[in-house]
């Protein structure tokens, strides 16, 4: 047997060894727009009875699709709820993986496309209003807590989150982090080509007072007991002094594997230097890249995005058996991290 598939074998016995097992039950999830907010649209997966019929979630030549039982009833709760966020341009597919994992070990798991940074949404009024992003996750929590037919399904008690990429950018905000438009002024001025710098130039992030006043506020939310952060970009934008304060648990991983842009020495490594030592675990897997956060592709995955987006085929580089196994090791951390094994 090959080295990473005799890793896979042992890490899906032992997460099966530490927790229920559940069948990962599925419904779609729509938040109606209110005052100053906009529609939110997803997934919720949720911990169903064990003889729930499974079956794709979605039908793609690229991404293997993880099961699911397809408005399943749901097993008998409250369950710790985690909330996702996805990078730029991404969506709330791109951990399903993720969710279906943590579904079967008893997670409720909620996740939403950000309107204006995500795959379908790329409105550049809608991408400038970068302040929602922490606001929408805030949203999700409100819906699940309150809405009559979930109510009974997350223990407001335990409630998590999740972010890759730009969505690790939106944890970090919700658990305390303070945007400063200046730090990150001087830290471009002396680094323009870094990633983080263009992109949030591009999408015209705190130019206007108005916009500074909400990209600066405080956009914490105190229900979220922990985080797990996934190869973040935008660190060096966040306030020193807010990092310094953030006590609450974050699990951060890095990837050494730097194929997308963002420099690890400014991102996921300066934030652990920032936080408090007692709140942080930091991973830093040797052969783990950016885009192994994402699914697991098809076989012919990687030759399909080269022919159709030349370019985007990196994203499938290493992404079958190699990815899954690093998928796995993934979801044990998590998973125990969240439960605080």
Same mark, same amino acid.
């Given at each position: 047997?090959?080295?990473?598939?005799?890793?896979?074998?042992? !890490?899906?016995?032992?997460?099966?060894?530490?927790?229920?097992?559940?069948?990962?039950?599925?419904?779609?999830?729509?938040?109606?727009?209110?005052?100053?907010?906009?529609?939110?649209?997803?997934?919720?997966?949720?911990?169903?009875?064990?003889?729930?019929?499974?079956?794709?979630?979605?039908?793609?030549?690229?991404?293997?699709?993880?099961?699911?039982?397809?408005?399943?009833?749901?097993?008998?709760?409250?369950?710790?709820?985690?909330?996702?966020?996805?990078?730029?341009?991404? +969506?709330?597919? +791109?951990?399903?993986?993720?969710?279906?994992?943590?579904?079967?070990?008893?997670?409720?798991?909620?996740?939403?496309?950000?309107?204006?940074?995500?795959?379908?949404?790329? #409105?550049?009024?809608?991408?400038?209003?970068?302040?929602?992003?922490?606001?929408?996750?805030?949203?999700?929590?409100?819906? !699940?807590?309150?809405?009559?037919?979930?109510?009974?399904?997350?223990?407001?008690?335990?409630?998590?989150?999740?972010?890759?990429?730009?969505?690790?950018?939106?944890?970090?905000?919700?658990?305390?982090?303070?945007?400063?438009?200046?730090?990150?002024?001087?830290?471009?001025?002396?680094?323009?080509?870094?990633?983080?710098?263009?992109?949030?130039?591009?999408?015209?992030?705190?130019?206007?007072?108005?916009?500074?006043?909400?990209?600066?506020?405080?956009?914490?939310?105190?229900?979220?007991?922990?985080?797990?952060?996934?190869?973040?970009?935008?660190?060096?934008?966040?306030?020193?002094?807010?990092?310094?304060?953030?006590?609450?648990?974050?699990?951060?991983?890095?990837?050494?594997?730097? +194929?997308?842009?963002?420099?690890?020495?400014?991102?996921?490594?300066?934030?652990? +230097?920032?936080?408090?030592?007692?709140?942080?675990?930091?991973? #830093?897997?040797?052969?783990?890249?950016?885009?192994?956060?994402?699914?697991?592709?098809?076989?012919?995955? #990687?030759?399909? !995005?080269?022919?159709?987006?030349?370019?985007?085929?990196?994203?499938?580089?290493?992404?079958?058996?190699?990815?899954?196994?690093?998928?796995?090791?993934?979801?044990?951390?998590?998973?125990?991290?969240?439960?605080?094994?």
């Amino acid at each position: 047997m090959k080295p990473f598939l005799h890793l896979l074998a042992l !890490l899906c016995t032992a997460a099966a060894a530490s927790a229920q097992s559940y069948s990962p039950g599925l419904r779609d999830l729509h938040i109606p727009e209110a005052a100053d907010t906009r529609p939110l649209d997803g997934l919720l997966w949720y911990p169903a009875e064990d003889n729930a019929a499974l079956e794709p979630v979605y039908d793609s030549k690229v991404w293997e699709a993880p099961l699911a039982a397809r408005a399943a009833k749901p097993a008998p709760g409250p369950f710790p709820l985690v909330v996702l966020s996805h990078g730029m341009y991404g +969506n709330a597919l +791109n951990q399903a993986w993720l969710a279906a994992a943590l579904a079967r070990q008893g997670f409720a798991v909620a996740a939403i496309s950000h309107p204006g940074t995500s795959t379908w949404s790329r #409105e550049p009024d809608l991408s400038r209003q970068l302040w929602q992003r922490p606001r929408d996750i805030s949203r999700v929590i409100d819906h !699940l807590l309150t809405a009559p037919e979930l109510a009974a399904l997350a223990d407001p008690a335990r409630i998590y989150m999740a972010g890759h990429s730009l969505g690790g950018f939106t944890a970090a905000l919700l658990a305390g982090a303070r945007y400063d438009a200046d730090k990150l002024a001087r830290a471009c001025s002396q680094m323009p080509e870094e990633l983080v710098c263009g992109v949030l130039k591009g999408w015209q992030i705190a130019e206007t007072p108005a916009d500074r006043a909400r990209m600066e506020a405080d956009l914490s939310d105190p229900r979220i007991k922990a985080f797990a952060l996934f190869d973040l970009g935008g660190t060096q934008s966040f306030d020193e002094g807010s990092l310094e304060r953030i006590t609450r648990p974050m699990l951060v991983y890095g990837a050494p594997i730097m +194929n997308s842009g963002l420099t690890l020495d400014i991102e996921s490594r300066a934030l652990v +230097n920032a936080l408090p030592a007692a709140s942080v675990r930091y991973i #830093e897997p040797q052969t783990l890249s950016h885009f192994d956060f994402l699914g697991i592709c098809t076989p012919a995955g #990687e030759a399909i !995005l080269a022919a159709e987006e030349p370019g985007d085929e990196i994203i499938c580089r290493g992404g079958g058996a190699e990815r899954a196994a690093k998928h796995q090791q993934i979801i044990t951390e998590v998973a125990a991290f969240f439960r605080g094994d």
